[in-house]
Protein backbone atom coordinates (compact mmCIF):
# COMPACT_ATOMS: atom_id res chain seq x y z
CA UNK A 1 0.00 0.00 0.00
CA UNK A 2 1.29 2.96 -0.92
CA UNK A 3 0.75 6.42 1.45
CA UNK A 4 1.08 9.88 0.64
CA UNK A 5 1.85 12.32 3.66
CA UNK A 6 1.73 16.22 2.89
CA UNK A 7 3.18 19.16 5.06
CA UNK A 8 3.67 23.08 5.12
CA UNK A 9 0.02 24.39 4.93
CA UNK A 10 -0.49 27.60 7.18
CA UNK A 11 -1.29 30.89 7.43
CA UNK A 12 0.22 33.59 5.54
CA UNK A 13 -0.48 37.42 4.33
CA UNK A 14 -1.30 37.54 0.34
CA UNK A 15 2.10 38.15 -1.36
CA UNK A 16 3.65 35.83 0.93
CA UNK A 17 5.14 32.41 -0.21
CA UNK A 18 4.62 28.38 1.25
CA UNK A 19 6.61 25.87 0.44
CA UNK A 20 4.26 21.85 0.80
CA UNK A 21 5.97 18.84 0.71
CA UNK A 22 4.73 15.41 -0.25
CA UNK A 23 6.16 12.14 0.96
CA UNK A 24 5.17 8.92 -0.48
CA UNK A 25 5.66 5.56 1.70
CA UNK A 26 5.30 2.16 0.66
CA UNK A 27 6.64 -1.18 -0.54
CA UNK A 28 7.37 -2.14 -4.19
CA UNK A 29 6.41 0.74 -6.37
CA UNK A 30 7.12 3.19 -8.65
CA UNK A 31 6.06 6.87 -9.27
CA UNK A 32 4.69 7.85 -12.49
CA UNK A 33 3.72 11.12 -12.39
CA UNK A 34 2.87 13.43 -9.10
CA UNK A 35 0.99 17.03 -8.78
CA UNK A 36 -1.33 18.74 -6.50
CA UNK A 37 -4.70 20.12 -6.89
CA UNK A 38 -6.79 21.96 -3.93
CA UNK A 39 -10.35 22.32 -3.11
CA UNK A 40 -11.90 25.66 -1.65
CA UNK A 41 -15.03 25.35 0.25
CA UNK A 42 -17.97 25.40 -2.21
CA UNK A 43 -15.74 24.46 -5.15
CA UNK A 44 -14.85 21.37 -7.00
CA UNK A 45 -11.36 20.07 -6.46
CA UNK A 46 -9.01 21.75 -9.41
CA UNK A 47 -5.69 20.54 -10.08
CA UNK A 48 -2.83 22.98 -9.57
CA UNK A 49 0.34 21.24 -10.92
CA UNK A 50 1.78 18.51 -12.57
CA UNK A 51 4.83 16.79 -12.60
CA UNK A 52 5.76 13.66 -15.09
CA UNK A 53 8.15 11.75 -16.81
CA UNK A 54 11.13 13.53 -17.96
CA UNK A 55 10.19 16.38 -15.23
CA UNK A 56 7.36 17.73 -18.08
CA UNK A 57 5.27 20.28 -15.59
CA UNK A 58 1.47 21.63 -16.09
CA UNK A 59 0.17 24.29 -14.65
CA UNK A 60 -3.28 26.11 -14.89
CA UNK A 61 -3.53 30.13 -15.65
CA UNK A 62 -4.71 30.58 -12.29
CA UNK A 63 -0.91 29.85 -10.75
CA UNK A 64 1.48 29.81 -13.88
CA UNK A 65 4.26 31.99 -12.63
CA UNK A 66 3.52 31.94 -9.16
CA UNK A 67 3.86 28.68 -8.57
CA UNK A 68 6.61 25.87 -9.17
CA UNK A 69 6.72 21.78 -8.77
CA UNK A 70 9.44 20.30 -8.38
CA UNK A 71 10.48 16.42 -7.02
CA UNK A 72 13.07 14.81 -4.96
CA UNK A 73 13.14 11.26 -6.52
CA UNK A 74 15.49 9.78 -4.04
CA UNK A 75 13.47 10.66 -1.68
CA UNK A 76 9.65 9.84 -3.31
CA UNK A 77 8.92 13.63 -2.36
CA UNK A 78 7.48 16.23 -4.62
CA UNK A 79 7.49 19.76 -3.40
CA UNK A 80 5.19 22.83 -4.72
CA UNK A 81 6.47 26.03 -4.18
CA UNK A 82 4.20 28.99 -4.33
CA UNK A 83 4.93 32.57 -4.09
CA UNK A 84 2.82 35.56 -4.41
CA UNK A 85 -0.38 33.93 -2.82
CA UNK A 86 -3.52 35.62 -2.84
CA UNK A 87 -6.53 35.54 -0.75
CA UNK A 88 -7.90 33.63 -3.58
CA UNK A 89 -5.41 30.51 -3.46
CA UNK A 90 -6.96 29.74 0.05
CA UNK A 91 -7.94 25.93 0.22
CA UNK A 92 -7.04 22.64 0.92
CA UNK A 93 -4.09 21.20 -0.94
CA UNK A 94 -3.80 17.67 -1.68
CA UNK A 95 -1.18 15.53 -3.13
CA UNK A 96 -1.75 12.77 -5.93
CA UNK A 97 0.40 10.47 -7.40
CA UNK A 98 0.42 8.05 -9.83
CA UNK A 99 2.02 4.93 -9.15
CA UNK A 100 2.83 0.94 -10.51
CA UNK A 101 3.22 -1.16 -7.43
CA UNK A 102 4.19 -4.67 -8.20
CA UNK A 103 1.46 -7.52 -7.07
CA UNK A 104 2.03 -11.64 -7.92
CA UNK A 105 1.83 -11.74 -11.51
CA UNK A 106 2.61 -8.45 -12.79
CA UNK A 107 2.05 -4.67 -11.66
CA UNK A 108 -0.87 -2.62 -11.14
CA UNK A 109 -1.40 1.29 -12.00
CA UNK A 110 -3.57 3.25 -8.69
CA UNK A 111 -3.75 6.78 -8.14
CA UNK A 112 -3.30 7.30 -4.11
CA UNK A 113 -4.45 10.83 -2.69
CA UNK A 114 -2.69 12.34 0.48
CA UNK A 115 -4.94 13.48 3.32
CA UNK A 116 -4.67 17.56 2.45
CA UNK A 117 -3.16 20.51 4.32
CA UNK A 118 -4.69 23.56 4.08
CA UNK A 119 -3.35 26.89 3.27
CA UNK A 120 -5.27 30.21 4.15
CA UNK A 121 -4.01 33.52 2.73
CA UNK A 122 -5.13 36.88 4.43
CA UNK A 123 -5.61 39.50 2.64
Known amino acids: QVQLVESGGGLVQSGESLRLSCAAS????????MGWARQAPGKQRELVAT???????YYPDSVKGRFTIFRDNAKNTVYLQMNSLEPEDTAVYYC?????????????????WGQGTRVTVSS
Open 51 to 57: IGSGDRT
Open 26 to 33: GNNFSIND
Open 96 to 112: RAGVTVRVVGGADYREV
